[in-house]
């Protein structure tokens, strides 16, 4: 099992910055990929950006040359700098796993951005 717990969510205005963190712990050998994924009301969740064991980024159009995102290997942590945010990156962020075939979400952090 793996667990994974995100913080740094919170109410922003827009063109501020917030940096999500995703700390992985259990059994987190051969965690092969971690990524950030959205869900606004009423909309599917999508996936905002995710990194490999190897450190391959990829990003969704919407957020590209705005977040980035990095991983700290001795910390088992994920993160998720998000800059110049807008109001429609307004949404519950999800982070997630994948090992072994088998898929971890965190429970979720909300980001709200200010008009």
């Known amino acids: 099992q793996v667990q994974l717990v995100e913080s740094g969510g919170g109410l922003v205005q827009a063109g501020g910055s917030l940096r999500l963190s995703c700390a992985a712990s259990?059994?987190?050998?051969?965690?092969?990929?971690m990524g950030w994924y959205r869900q606004a009301p009423g909309k599917q969740r999508e996936l905002v950006a995710g990194?490999?064991?190897?450190?391959?980024?990829n990003f969704a159009d919407s957020v590209k040359g705005r977040f980035t995102i990095s991983r700290d290997n001795a910390k088992n942590t994920v993160y998720l700098q998000m800059n110049s945010l807008k109001p429609e990156d307004t949404a519950v962020y999800y982070c997630?796993?994948?090992?072994?075939?088998?898929?971890?979400w965190g429970q979720g952090t909300q980001v709200t951005v200010s008009s």
């Open positions: 990194i490999t064991s190897g450190g391959s980024t």
């Open positions: 997630k796993a994948w090992r072994s075939g088998v898929v971890y």
């Open positions: 259990g059994d987190i050998i051969c965690i092969s990929a």
